[in-house]
Every structure is written in C-alpha cells, then in structure tokens.
C-alpha cells in the first residue's frame, strides 16, 4: 500500500458524460501528479500540482481540468467524455519539493467509456 | 523531443534465468532515470540513477546507468513467477517535473 488513495476504483460511463476523479495524496507529500495510462499509450503525464498550485502540464486535453485544494488531496475532472477516454488513471504523490522521480502511486481509476 | 526506448517489449524466461532489460534515453537537461515495476496496477518504484557507472542493487535487481551511451539496464537474477510484471523506465529533466515513461518491457517467468 503506497498511501495514495485514488476513488472510484471504477467508473462506467456513456460519452458526452461528465466524472470526477479524487486523489488524496500520501501524509505529508504536497506533489500531486495525474497519469492516464492507456493500452496502445503507455503511461502519459497529465498535469502537476503542488501545494495548491499547478506546477506542470503534459498532454491533458482542453475537456479535462484538475485542481488541488487546501486539504492536498486533488481531482481530475474529465468532461465530454469519448470512447477514446476510456484509460486507468492514476494519481501519484511526491514527498519533494522538485521531482526527482520518485514518485508513490494509487491504485488507479479505471474509467470505461461506453 | 525528448524520449525514451524500452527493449525488449516483451520477454518470457523460466524460473530461475537471468534477465537484463534495457533503457535508452534521448533527454535535454537529463536529471534522474528511474525504473519501476508494474504488476497488476500501481507501478512501484525500483531505482533512482543520476549518475554514471554506480551499480544500485536491492536484492536480486540490479540497474546501472551510462551517461555517456545514454541507456540503462535493469538486472533480474534467479529470476522468480513474482518478478513477473512491466517493468518502466522512466526520467526527469531539470526545469521540469514532469516523469516521462517509457512504454515497458512485459516480462514472464515460467514456472
């Protein structure tokens, strides 16, 4: 158990929907990474926050957005959803001010889009 | 652009048979490679390398890391049906933090 706790654990959905995915970092570690993961793409940075704020961007469509709040833990917000958007999506924590890439991840939400 | 290569992408050994799987790296402002394993979900971290030459090891894994041929190799002795899982190269550049994977090497061991 790495401490990240990632809920729902799995997500049916019809597109044009709308989900929410909720990360709660480990105790202590302010970094919060999302990570898509998909069969034919491997495992793709989506964004980063620490502390509250947004620290970097990758490949995150337009129609997802994230934030973190006070509390550290953090949602992927996932709108207008596509059968493409079906994925495991992982959320990952970081106990360092900067990444040197150890990194502690959740157990992943798989979202199906139908 | 930055990248990273995974070789093979898949490997199936018996019990007991040594592995080593490989890493090539093509990255601007290079700061870390790192490995991780994935079994059925979570990837769990093996190995952080920063530096050229100095063999990390932790039990029967071993990883090594060549700056100047840009690769890495991850070493899997006496292999066990445990270690059967992807194993991900990873790496991070300075001035950004983002964690850059590469796709995996699927290995199996046979009983």
């Known amino acids: 158990d790495s401490g990240v706790t990632q809920t729902p654990k799995h997500l049916i959905t019809a597109t044009g929907q709308r989900v929410t995915l909720r990360c709660s970092p480990r105790s202590g570690d302010l970094s919060v990474y999302w990570y898509q993961q998909s069969l034919d793409q491997g495992l793709q940075f989506l964004i980063q926050y620490y502390n509250g704020e947004e620290r970097a961007k990758g490949n995150i469509l337009e129609r997802f957005s994230a934030q973190q709040f006070p509390d550290l833990h953090s949602e992927l917000n996932l709108s207008s959803l596509e059968l493409g958007d079906s994925a495991l999506y992982f959320c990952a924590s970081s106990p360092r001010t900067t990444n040197t890439g150890e990194l502690f991840f959740g157990e992943g939400s798989r979202l199906t889009v139908l | 652009e930055d990248k990273v290569v995974q070789s093979p992408l898949s490997l199936v050994v018996h019990e007991g048979d040594t592995v080593t799987l490989n890493c090539s790296y093509e990255?601007?402002?290079?700061?870390?490679l790192l490995w991780y394993k994935q079994e059925k979900k979570a990837p769990t971290f093996l190995f952080m390398l920063?530096?050229?030459?100095i063999e990390k090891k932790s039990g029967r894994l071993s990883s090594i890391l060549d700056k100047k041929e840009l690769f890495s190799i991850l070493n899997i002795t006496a292999t066990q049906t445990g270690d059967s899982a992807i194993y991900l190269c990873?790496?991070?550049?300075?001035?950004?933090?983002?964690?850059?994977f590469g796709t995996g090497t699927r290995l199996t061991i046979i009983p």
């Open positions: 990873a790496f991070v550049n300075f001035g950004n933090e983002k964690l850059t």
């Open positions: 920063t530096s050229s030459g």
């Open positions: 990255v601007t402002n290079f700061r870390s």
